[in-house]
């Protein structure tokens, strides 16, 4: 075939190259402290990993009558840790000090529910009703669990806070929003390598223009025989998007697809739960990924990673060089994941969930081979202390830590800095 042939991948669009990722490195800079467990887990009846806070329109995290909420994703806590994805159900939690949760229940009535588990979303809330965006994950009602991805909305729900509590109720209407198009965003028969991804639905009203927003994790397709990375098929199947789709009306519930804000083809294949922070006109997005979702010849790590524009559609370019803000101790690689971030003051707070700790592999598929106990004894299933982490321009560093689950408000001033300067201690 000649070049002239051969299927072409976008090249315009702002991109994490093999460059950037070639300098990734944990240094004094980005590596969190050892994570103990806590004296008790947020729910000891459950494993919950990916949570996300209840938001208002602005993005900033509710109070709903002095009460924070956070959805995540839960699942018994009897279950083997790595089956959990087969059966993710979202569930809430509330709190009146940020620090101490209690769990609300299930957010969802079975019947209605889009596929046949729930995986990572995001919450909006607008004058007490609540959206609530989700991953439908396969289909509801299949024989056999398929790994079908569909961005879809729960609207119709309120919530209701008092001294007693927080209560969300139904009925929710759950329709789906999104599908991959094929040509922007792959779809399940065109993926070349692990699964396809089209999921993490986050709701972004952008302050400069106020109009309204959904990110979302996905894949650029990239079709055989096509010249990028040099042609290399094997690299060719790690083609990780940060997917965007846009309300034409400002309407929570309609949706159209844009081509990508970020490529990572030939990179990674996993861009998780895309997020935003701006300041002052600068944008920040953030994803989660893995040490083994990168490519053939990047050594990556399970880490929060960020890149930086002067717009929501400016040239991304990833901070400190590389993209990597924080990452998890050479002898705990694996024992937090899922990281969101938001703004507090002149910092940022980055919540994530405790995963496997004290684990000293190259690789995660090794948890599965595990006996059984040690898998369970293994895997925090709650979530992690608080990252602080100082953000100035397109530099990062990692300043401490708070409590396992510590979730302040924008207007609660922090501790002073417990970690300043001795954040290596524990590696
Ligand atoms: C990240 C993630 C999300 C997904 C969920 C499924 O931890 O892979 O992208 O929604 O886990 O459990």
Redesign the pocket.
């Known amino acids: 075939m000649t070049d002239e042939e051969r299927p072409a991948v976008p090249t315009d669009r702002p991109a994490w190259t093999r460059d950037h990722a070639a300098r990734l490195r944990r240094d004094e800079t980005n590596v969190t402290p050892i994570i103990y467990p806590p004296e008790a887990n947020l729910d000891e009846d459950l494993h919950v990993?990916?949570t996300w806070w209840l938001r208002d329109r602005d993005g900033s995290p509710a109070e709903v009558n002095g009460r924070r909420v956070v959805f995540a994703?839960t699942a018994s806590s009897k279950l083997l840790p790595g089956k959990?994805?087969d059966v993710?159900t979202i569930r809430y939690f509330h709190s009146a000090d940020g620090e101490s949760w209690e769990t609300g229940g299930r957010v969802f009535e079975p019947e209605g529910t889009l596929g046949s588990r729930q995986?990572?979303g995001s919450a909006l809330h607008d004058d007490g009703d609540v959206y609530l965006y989700y991953?439908a994950?396969g289909l509801s009602d299949e024989p056999e669990l398929t790994y079908s991805q569909r961005i879809a909305l729960a609207t119709g729900g309120t919530i209701d806070a008092d001294d007693g509590g927080v209560s969300i109720e139904g009925p929710w209407d759950h329709s789906v929003l999104l599908e991959p198009d094929g040509e922007w965003y792959e779809r399940e028969a065109q993926s070349r390598g692990m699964t396809y991804?089209f999921?993490?639905p986050w709701f972004f009203e952008d302050p400069a223009s106020g109009e309204t927003y959904l990110l979302f994790?996905a894949n650029t397709p990239v079709p055989e025989g096509s010249d990028a990375c040099d042609g290399d098929a094997a690299r060719q199947a790690f083609n990780g998007s940060v997917g965007i789709a846009h309300s034409p009306t400002g309407d929570p519930t309609e949706f159209e697809l844009r081509p990508p804000l970020l490529d990572a083809v030939c990179v990674n294949q996993?861009l998780?739960?895309p997020h935003l922070v701006v300041r002052d006109g600068t944008y920040y997005l953030f994803v989660?990924s893995h040490h083994h979702t990168f490519a053939p010849d990047i050594e990556g790590y399970d880490a929060l990673y960020g890149f930086v524009a002067d717009g929501l559609r400016g040239d991304y370019e990833p901070l400190n060089g590389h993209g990597m803000i924080l990452t998890n101790p050479a002898n705990a690689p694996f024992q937090a994941?899922?990281w969101l971030a938001y703004d507090h003051g002149d910092e940022l707070l980055v919540t994530s969930f405790f995963n496997y700790f004290d684990y000293d592999r190259p690789s995660m598929d090794d948890v599965a081979l595990l006996p059984e106990d040690e898998q369970m004894r293994r895997f925090g299933g709650t979530l992690a202390p608080t990252v602080r982490v100082a953000l100035e321009g397109s530099e990062t560093r990692v300043r401490g830590t708070l409590g396992h689950g510590h979730l302040p408000l924008a207007r609660e001033s922090l501790p002073a800095d417990p970690f300043e300067g001795d954040v290596g201690a524990e590696r």
Do not use: C, I, K, V
């Open positions: 990993w990916d994703l959990r994805h993710a995986w990572a991953t994950a991804t999921r993490d994790e996993e998780e739960r989660s994941y899922s």
